[in-house]
């Protein structure tokens, strides 16, 4: 077997997961906010429902999408560098 994985190599370094861990935090912190917004303001035109009902209809789709969305473009970014 010649793609045996070694371990203990000494490549895994832990300021690069830190780094990777914020990016990610960093992306879900902008994403969550921004994706509520924009979908309770696409509910509100698409609709035409109050403003109270589209909240609510988006509140649950705004924060799987913003914190999925942003997670992976800050994961992106991360592995950029």
Known sequence: MSDQVREGDGS???GSD???GMAIMKGSLVG???MIVF???A???VTGQSWQTSIATSLLPGVLFGVFGGGFLG???AMDH
Do not use: K, N, Q
């Open 75 to 77: 994961m992106l970014r």
């Open 18 to 20: 830190l780094a990777f």
């Open 43 to 45: 509910v509100w035109m």
């Open 32 to 34: 969550l906010p921004l």
């Open 39 to 41: 979908i309770t303001v």
């Open 12 to 14: 895994h370094d832990a």
